[in-house]
Antibody, heavy 118, light 106 residues
């Protein structure tokens, strides 16, 4: 059974850093592309970043230069390193698995809340 | 960047109603469009991919249609479990979501 479990969220001050983790089971993260999607309180979904099976990465303009996506194949875990955090980054962050044949998201984690506030 | 616009933003309906949600893309996304359902406090759930393909396990009352820039999600007979927010998503060029359509009880 495919499962994605996020962790690492919490309260951080503006300008601070946080690293989110997404532990996967039931499949290998390196064989699928994996994304982070966020949802600000009461708002819609926003795609944040992707790492392809070959290792290429892409970012939304809103986080480019501040966030870094990576994975640890030995731990079957996806990460999102978030630096220079701003209040507007406050959101629930979901990791999502991309289906192999077409790039829609077939499995999602339960999400982890990041709050950026002084 | 491709923008996705859903209408309406909110829809009030009764159990048994036929419901249609529209999603428009700012440029053609071919058939690379998915629909998700989200309930409060939960992760989104995939309903439809490639504009009209029903995800395994999703009830057949859900259907999708369209191509290019205009798409629809239809619920043929609304059930109590269907009151939720629905998002379209293009995956032709990276990913963009619509702003969501909340289906609420009339």
């Amino acid at each position: 059974e495919v499962q994605l479990v996020e962790s690492g969220g919490g309260l951080v001050q503006p300008g601070g850093s946080l690293r989110l983790s997404c532990a996967a089971s039931g499949f290998t993260v390196s064989s699928n592309y994996m994304s982070w999607v966020r949802q600000a309180p009461g708002r819609g979904l926003e795609w944040v970043s992707v790492i392809y099976s070959g290792g290429s990465t892409y970012y939304a303009d809103s986080v480019k230069g501040r966030f870094t996506i990576s994975r640890d194949n030995s731990k079957n875990t996806l990460y999102l390193q978030m630096n220079s955090l701003r209040a507007v980054d406050t959101a629930v962050y979901y990791c999502a698995r991309g289906e192999k044949r077409e790039p829609y998201f077939d499995y999602w984690g339960q999400g982890t809340l990041v709050t950026v506030s002084s | 960047d491709i923008q996705m616009t859903q209408s309406p933003s909110t829809l009030s309906a009764s159990v048994g109603d036929r419901v249609t949600i529209t999603c428009r893309a700012s440029q053609s996304v071919s058939s690379w469009l998915a629909w998700y359902q989200q309930k409060p406090g939960k992760a989104p759930k995939l309903l439809i991919y490639k504009a009209s393909s029903l995800e395994s396990g999703v009830p057949s009352r859900f259907s999708g249609s369209g191509s290019g820039t205009e798409f629809t999600l239809t619920i043929s007979s609304l059930q109590p479990d269907d009151f939720a927010t629905y998002y379209c998503q293009q995956y032709n060029s990276l990913w963009t979501f619509g702003q969501g359509t909340k289906v609420e009880i009339k």
